[in-house]
């Protein structure tokens, strides 16, 4: 333990276990298994580190989790909705970069966490009426929402309720989503290393760090992506819907939380 110490960020057990359950639930998320497991990622992690030292150890590490999703779910996307979303995601990364220094996380967070119960409760309504009908692409709609999905990523690590507002309603098969989502955040976390790289949150530990959870990374996004590609589309979609709820109450908690506290 003390040679790893003197390499990584892992300064004790108690961190490298953290680091260990962080990377596997959200290996599971980057597999296609939902959202809510990708936003324990950091909260863990900041058990054993400082929030800004988590932040800067998963970016690397969700990279790695994107080479191998990429390929988990080759062949399956849809070119419309990327068209559509990853301008608007480059300018919202482009502007958090900016503005970064001067634009609340927590209050990033609470409005990211109520735009997804609204999200949610509004799907849970229409639904009662009986099955909803696929909604149309836009481009309207795609650069706005993905230019929303880039800026709260790059700001509060919250990319996906804005993305998913967007992505959901067009009623894919689960596979296509999943593969979609994939892409889509494969680009922002690659487009995300330059103004990371420029705010100085890499360091030798902290690429050394994720070298050492590369296995975990590997094996927990195959998971999850084999788990999915199992999943008939009736229990795929209510799945993501509860858990676009639960990343909705975790983002409320933690912005209330900051702000009040």
Known sequence: MQAVAGLT????????????????LVGLS???LG??????????LSLAMSPVQAAALLLPVLLMMDAVSLWAWRGWFDRATLWHTLPGALLG???GGLTAAYTPEAMVRLLVGIVALGFVARMVLDRRGGPVAPRGQSATRGTFWGGVAGFTSFV???GG???QVYALPLGFDPRIYTGTTVIFFSAVNVVKLVP???LGQFNTATLTSALVLLPLAVGSTLLGARIVKHLRAEVFYPLMYGMIGLVGIKLVWDGLTALLG
């Open 9 to 24: 960020l892992f300064s004790d057990v108690t961190s490298l276990t953290a680091a260990l359950v962080a990377v596997f």
């Open 30 to 32: 980057k597999g296609g």
């Open 35 to 44: 959202g809510a497991f990708a936003l324990m990622g950091v909260p863990i």
């Open 93 to 95: 990364i482009a502007l």
């Open 156 to 158: 509060a690590h919250a």
């Open 161 to 163: 309720p804005p993305f």
């Open 196 to 198: 990371y790289a420029a």
